[in-house]
């Protein structure tokens, strides 16, 4: 036997929430069928959040486009410009599916305005209201039943009205469609991709040029717009869970992209003092502002000028170090022992980022009782074996550590190997067996070679992930201490040759609870065991 794994049903039992197996989109494209059946949410993202209208379903591409506004996230729909349609007709898919909504309400200063290239903003003096329209997160006036096109103010308090009053059911009501309330996406980085658009109170946002752009949105201001607009959102729907400030990396929740000194790797960070007036402004009105803390996470080590997250091997055959640094990625989330070498690791962290156990205690102690959420991820390796499982790999560490949600990123490449991990997850048969909702106590003594995740809803049951991260052949010996006799183990794959979970065998349980599984090189494996 290569190596030893104990499984204990009745020890360190811990919900998984369903909610960590989200996934993206940016304008309701959806994954395949036999994926979307494992998806417990779907969150609308990417830049073009920021720019989003509401309104007409506008938006602008930022770089993509050379800052154009055009319809891109309406281009499916039957009627492109009918106010929130983009939303609510994602809301509704979501809704018939039984799946939850996670909506990007816009804290911008301006989203687009009317269709338009080339527009000069790089000329001083250039009419913004022309080409934008200002954003107002709360309206001083009643809401109109459609908003008005010609007052030059998009309301972001206006769109969750208006989205709630196209479907007969509480949409922010609790249960498996719920819809939860983003605050925008990235808005650390407000200044990168919208420089244009803002009209903060911070440094000047100066081209190559001399060229003033606007000026930043400071942490400070953010953190007052966040209160105003959460305090709004719990008038209007008590129910409604706001998820925020969805930082896009490291030095978003510490320093606000580097824009604030006072705030050091080693001391305090932005996101302590952001947790604090939350509390306090929470505690002040008796109501909870903030309901999940989010951030989003990629590998950051650097191959050949690609960060590990976004390296892919139908681009070129991976190296590899770079195999083994998307199979070993997941293991910043929790391990103190293991450095990826990124610039956050070398240059802030100084050693290993272990990243949810900090936040996770961070979070804690700044408003207890607000979870925790990664709202975009994505291990890097399209198109190799090594993307499935660091996906299967990312999905165990949520759930034994109690993430609360979390929502992988469909990266623009074959998705065909990460799907297939997320499928062997949550639908590894294409008929709905999957890992069960309970963690449980599982001794595995190895970290880099393999991972082991086990869970168990009923005595009678109890599921077992097995991850061979190594070149060869592996057999793990797996006892499972439980109050029944298992009799049956089922066995479901992925392999460097299927990229889909693919049925191994039914075997009978021998020996009293004891399971030798031989397990392929790079592959993982969902066990089923059952009791008669």
Known sequence: MDVVTVVNTNEERRRISPLIYGMNTVRGDLAPPDVLAGVSFVRRGADRANSYNWETNASNGSFATGWGNDMLLAGALANPTAPGELDRSIIATNIAAGRGTMVPFVMNDYVAGPPASNIPFTTPGWNIDQYFRRVELVKPTPFAATPDLNDGVVYT???IDFLRHQFQTDIFASGSSQVMVGTDNEPDLFDFNYPMLQRGAGAAIVDASGVVLGHRVTGDEFTADFLRFAQRVKQMAPNAPIVGPDHYHYDGWTSWHSTMPQYTDDGRWYMDDFLAEVRARSEAIGTRLLDTWDFHWYPQRVFGGTYTWAIDNAVRPMTDAEIEAVLQGPRSYWD????????????????????????????????PGTKLGVTEYFPGGCSHVSSALATVDSLGVFGRMGIHMAAMWPHKCDLRYPYGGFKLVRNADGNGLRFAGTSVKVEHPEKAPSSVYAASDDA????????????????FGLRIYNGMHFTEVEVHRIDAEHADPYPVTRDAVVKYNAYAYEAPAMSAALLVFRAP
């Open 336 to 367: 103190p022992e293991f450095d990826e070498h990124s610039w956050i690791t070398d240059d802030h962290l100084h050693g290993p980022a272990y990243i949810l156990t900090r936040l996770l205690n961070r979070v804690e102690a700044g408003y």
């Open 460 to 475: 009678r049951e109890t599921t077992v992930l097995v991850i061979n991260k190594t070149n060869a052949p592996r057999r």
């Open 157 to 159: 308090d206006e769109h």
